[in-house]
Nanobody, 119 residues
Framework: QVQVAESGGGLVQAGGSLRLSCAAS????????MGWFRQTPGKEREFVAA????????AYADSVKGRFTISRDSAKNTVYLQMNSLKPEDTAVYYC????????????WGQGTQVTVSS
């Protein structure tokens, strides 16, 4: 069984920054592609960013390129999402994903952490 735990969400004003963290443990974690997705009420969960085990294969959604940075500490099975220049449209529940597939879905998910950006 895989355990995935996010932290770091909260309320921030537009233009501000937040850093999300995700710690994963359990079987098949090693060499898994990890990432972040987000979801707002009434909409499908959407891809935000993903990173492979070695940290060299990185992908971002167009909406966050240049503002968000994903990084990984593979020794700690932890992935981070640094979010800068936040916009009200970034408001969502952010989910950590383990075993990301084609940057469209994932094998395991965290419970989610709320990010709210006020205008």
């Amino acid at each position: 069984q895989v355990q995935v735990a996010e932290s770091g969400g909260g309320l921030v004003q537009a233009g501000g920054s937040l850093r999300l963290s995700c710690a994963a443990s359990g079987r098949t974690i090693n060499y898994s592609r990890m990432g972040w997705f987000r979801q707002t009420p009434g909409k499908e969960r959407e891809f935000v960013a993903a990173i492979n085990w070695a940290g060299v294969n990185i992908a971002y959604a167009d909406s966050v390129k240049g503002r968000f940075t994903i990084s990984r500490d593979s020794a700690k099975n932890t992935v981070y999402l640094q979010m800068n220049s936040l916009k009200p449209e970034d408001t969502a529940v952010y989910y950590c994903a383990v075993g990301v597939v084609n940057d469209r879905g994932a094998r395991d998910w965290g419970q989610g952490t709320q990010v709210t950006v006020s205008s």
